[in-house]
């Protein structure tokens, strides 16, 4: 009796330093990059799905969007819309796609034609989302 209960107080300890196990993380909406990583993919209620990882000289097809990430003397994000309209998103410099991060500033893509985005220091990572018709107008927020 008395070794039961050593027993079970061993092992309620043994839990108690061990600690409940650590919750599964959950990354955040949007596309997460990484330097020197690219992907295609398309837009559904504003976040990007159906990704697939695309090489230098993969096109988006009508419908689709690429977005790339590159180390060249600091960080330059290149996003290609093949939208039928312009659009706004959010950019959000960030370790990695659990991180909430920090936003930066981007333009309005603009419909078959490439933006670009530079930073000056080479960055983690950066994590897109949000993305929205622009309408007419056009800026850098």
């Given amino acids: 009796m008395v070794f039961k209960r050593f027993a079970g107080g061993l092992l309620l300890a043994f839990a108690l330093l061990c600690?409940?196990?650590a919750a599964a993380k959950t990354a955040l909406p949007g596309l997460f990059l990484h330097n020197g990583q690219?992907?295609?993919?398309?837009?559904?209620?504003?976040?990007p799905?159906?990704?697939?990882?695309?090489?230098?000289?993969?096109?988006?097809?009508?419908?689709?969007l690429k977005?790339?990430?590159e180390d060249n003397f600091g960080s330059t994000l290149?996003?290609?819309?093949?939208?039928s309209e312009q659009l706004d998103y959010?950019?959000?410099i960030a370790k990695d796609e659990y991180s909430?991060?920090?936003?930066?500033?981007?333009?309005?893509?603009?419909p078959g034609q490439p933006g670009f985005e530079n930073w000056p220091e080479t960055l983690a990572g950066l994590r897109l989302t949000?993305?929205?018709?622009?309408?007419?107008?056009?800026?850098?927020?």
Avoid at 55 to 63: F, H, Q, V
Avoid at 78 to 83: D, G, K, L, N, R
Avoid at 100 to 110: E, H, Q, S, W
């Fill in 78 to 83: 290149t996003v290609t819309s093949e939208a």
């Fill in 19 to 21: 600690g409940a196990p």
């Fill in 67 to 69: 977005a790339g990430l």
């Fill in 100 to 110: 909430k991060g920090t936003r930066t500033k981007v333009c309005t893509l603009v």
């Fill in 38 to 47: 690219a992907f295609i993919f398309r837009l559904e209620a504003g976040q």
């Fill in 130 to 141: 949000n993305f929205k018709p622009a309408g007419d107008s056009f800026g850098c927020d």
């Fill in 49 to 64: 799905v159906d990704i697939r990882a695309a090489g230098k000289d993969d096109k988006p097809a009508k419908g689709e």
């Fill in 90 to 92: 959010e950019a959000w």
